[in-house]
């Protein structure tokens, strides 16, 4: 059974950092690519960014470009986000997903984590 | 690119047929997925590839369209359906979500 884990979270001020870790399990972790997803409080998904299963391709969703880094460690099965010059407006839930992709190219967030939440206040 | 769901909430009765509708603001072919999310919780993929029932999940479920309408199809509501449903396109980046339909069990 596939169980991604994050940890991380927690309160920080306004243009402050944070790195949020996501350890993985279940299934063979260097060959999936995998994905941040963030989910304001009551509010919708928003994909924040994708790594492929060597590192060679990060993509980064606009809000976040430029601030934030995504990378992880295939010896340790583990994935993480670093998060800098933190806002308001990424107060969020930020989720640890395994992407996956049909032959025919669909993306799809096939497996999530629990959450781990970020409050970015003063 | 914008995905648009309607309706933004429905309530509807145990053993009723719902459909929810999400709309591309391009052609993104057959490259939609839904998800389910319940209070608290994470979300569930249900559907991949427009209509392709990810493993495990009810038949009660179904999906279906391509270019730029899609609907997902409850056949018989049960009460364990009560949830948020969001619809996400896997075309290009930025992926994109729909602002989700939240279905109430009368």
């Known amino acids: 059974e596939v169980h991604l884990v994050e940890s991380g979270g927690g309160l920080v001020k306004p243009g402050g950092s944070l790195r949020l870790s996501c350890a993985a399990s279940?299934?063979?972790?260097?060959?999936?690519?995998l994905s941040w997803v963030r989910q304001s409080p009551g509010q919708g998904l928003e994909w924040v960014a994708s790594i492929t299963s060597s590192s060679s391709v990060k993509n980064y969703g606009d809000s976040v470009k430029g601030r934030f880094t995504i990378s992880r460690d295939n010896a340790k099965n583990s994935l993480y986000l670093q998060m800098n010059s933190l806002r308001a407006e990424d107060t969020a839930v930020y989720y640890c997903v395994r992407r996956n992709q049909m032959l025919s190219g669909d993306y799809y967030f096939e497996n999530w984590g629990q959450g781990t939440l970020v409050t970015v206040s003063s | 690119m914008q995905m648009t769901q309607s309706p933004s909430s429905l309530s509807a009765s145990v053993g009723d047929r719902v459909t929810f509708t999400c709309r591309a603001s391009q052609n993104i072919l057959t490259y939609l997925n839904w998800y389910q999310q319940k209070p608290g919780k994470a979300p569930d993929l249900l559907i991949y590839?427009?209509?392709t029932l990810q493993t495990g999940v009810p038949s009660r479920f179904s999906g279906s369209g391509s270019g730029t309408d899609f609907t997902l199809t409850i056949s018989s509501l049960q009460p364990e359906d009560s949830a948020t449903y969001f619809c996400?396109?896997?075309?290009?980046?930025?992926?994109?979500f729909g602002q989700g339909t939240k279905l109430e069990i009368k």
């Open positions: 279940g299934f063979t972790f260097s060959t999936h690519s």
């Open positions: 590839g427009a209509s």
């Open positions: 996400q396109q896997g075309y290009s980046t930025p992926y994109t």
